[in-house]
C-alpha cells in the first residue's frame, strides 16, 4: 500500500507561482512512478506531467510544458510540481498519483492523493 499527501495549493494572481509537494509512504514508495494529474470543475481529471523512477525522463501535457517543472527527492520520498506563469486556466484540484508504469494516463495509477486546489485568479 502507497499513501499520498499533496500540500502547497493556494491562491495566487496570474503570472505568479506555486510549488506542490507530494509525500510519498508506504511499502516501496520509491519503486512506484509519480506523477500530476488536475481537475477543473465540470471537467475530466487531466494528465499534467510525469517522471520516471530515476528522474531521467520527463513527460508534460502541452498546456503546461515550459511553465511546470516536475522533480523528485527519493530521499524524502517526495515529489514536487514547479507551476510558473500561471494564468487563470490552470486553476483546478491537483492531484499526484502512484502507479507502476510510465504512463500519461490516469488508469495506469492505483494510488492518488485527497487533492490540493490551486486557485489562479486573473
Known amino acids: 500500500q502507497v499513501q499520498l499527501v499533496e500540500s502547497g495549493g493556494g491562491l495566487v494572481q496570474a503570472g505568479g507561482s506555486l510549488r506542490l509537494s507530494c509525500a510519498v509512504s508506504?511499502?516501496?514508495?520509491?519503486?512506484?512512478?509519480v506523477g500530476w494529474f488536475r481537475q477543473a470543475p465540470g471537467k475530466e481529471r487531466e494528465f499534467v506531467a510525469t517522471?520516471?523512477?530515476?528522474?531521467?525522463?520527463?513527460t508534460y501535457a502541452e498546456s503546461v510544458k515550459g511553465r511546470f517543472t516536475i522533480s523528485r527527492d527519493n530521499a524524502k520520498n517526495t515529489v514536487f510540481l514547479q507551476m510558473n506563469s500561471l494564468k487563470p486556466e490552470d486553476t483546478a484540484v491537483y492531484y499526484c498519483?502512484?502507479?507502476?508504469?510510465?504512463?500519461?494516463?490516469?488508469?495506469?495509477?492505483?494510488?492518488w492523493g485527497q487533492g490540493t486546489q490551486v486557485t489562479v485568479s486573473s
Open positions: 498519483a502512484a502507479g507502476l508504469a510510465y504512463s500519461t494516463s490516469k488508469n495506469a495509477y492505483n494510488y
Open positions: 508506504g511499502r516501496a514508495g520509491n519503486d512506484y512512478v
Open positions: 517522471m520516471t523512477r530515476g528522474g531521467s525522463s520527463t
